[in-house]
């Protein structure tokens, strides 16, 4: 009995060691265990901000290479911007230099003569004749069998407003049109008998005298008063003239009621579809201008 006793404490003694040396071994393996997984956290830790650090550090570099990018392109845009401008400005300037260009060698080829205000003390000279004359259709003179020239680029404009109003059932016909300084002389004479010479002087063919020389103006008249100049303006071809003439470049030299010149509504000057399309919006007259704005119309009487 006291044998197995014995054993029996023996045994339980080992058990109990035993399951002293498994707790013993079961603690520190625990804590070995722990301690390496510490230690790994640490070293992953550790790890993880020093990789953190150079990941902050590179969206750094990225940051600042994008707002230098940013900046960059800021600038570019802006110098473009500015090229865009210099080019319209440089593109403007040579198309109004081209402008100019072409103005001055129209201008240069324009008679400088076709825009002048003749007066008593400034004429003509008595040699000048027109670059070009062509006769206009003898329908259109009064009497037919008159042959009547006019300066050559006037020309088409003149038969373009005889054969509108011959459309709108007018008989505006032509009883003059180009003199030489010849055949002034001679008409300047026949008035000076007729009338005696303080009269001839202020006549109304002294007037237009250098404007008919110059192979830019013409008297009208019409059937209705027989090929005659006075009672012109009781007419309706006359009252045509009055609202249609400027569309064809031409003015009435010198108007009614206007306080330098004796009114004569036959005698019409051409003067270019702009300048006298000016005249007729501001209700002037070619004579009541300015010389030097007439002038800026010249190199543009034929357009
Ligand atoms: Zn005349």
Redesign the pocket.
């Known amino acids: 009995m006291q044998t197995t006793s014995l054993r029996l404490r023996i045994v339980y003694g080992g058990i109990a060691l035993a399951t002293l040396a498994l707790v013993v071994y079961g603690i520190y393996h625990y804590q070995t265990t722990v301690r390496s997984l510490q230690n790994s956290i640490t070293k992953t830790n550790i790890e993880l901000l020093a990789n953190k650090s150079v990941t902050d550090q590179k969206i750094k570099d990225i940051t600042d290479s994008l707002a230098s990018l940013k900046t960059t392109n800021s600038f570019l845009t802006d110098a473009l911007l500015s090229e865009q401008q210099k080019n319209a400005l440089v593109i403007e300037q040579i198309g109004a230099v081209t402008s100019t260009v072409g103005n001055l060698e129209k201008l240069s080829k324009t008679d400088p003569e076709l825009l002048k205000q003749y007066s008593k003390v400034y004429f003509l000279n008595e040699h000048y004749v027109p670059v070009s004359l062509s006769y206009v259709d003898s329908h259109f003179a009064s009497p037919e069998t008159k042959q009547l020239q006019i300066h050559t680029n006037v020309l088409p404009y003149l038969t373009n407003l005889l054969t509108s109003a011959q459309n709108a059932g007018l008989t505006l016909r032509l009883d ?1 049109a180009y003199r030489s300084f010849g055949t002034q002389a001679i008409l300047k004479a026949k008035y000076r008998v007729t009338y005696g010479s303080g009269t001839a002087n202020s006549f109304s ?1 002294e007037q ?1 005298y250098s ?2 020389q110059l192979g830019t ?3 009208f008249t019409t059937q209705k008063i027989d090929g005659a100049l006075s009672g012109f303006e009781k007419t309706p071809e006359y009252v045509w003239l009055q609202a249609n003439a400027y569309q064809y470049g031409f003015v009435i030299s010198y108007p009614e009621n206007n306080p330098s010149y004796q009114f ?1 509504p ?2 019409w000057r051409f003067v270019g579809v702009k300048l006298a399309t000016e005249i007729h919006n501001r209700a002037t007259y070619f004579y009541a201008m300015d010389q030097r704005d007439i002038d800026t119309y010249l190199a543009n009487i034929f357009d």
């Open positions: 003059s063919a237009g404007e008919h103006a013409v008297d004569e036959w005698h």
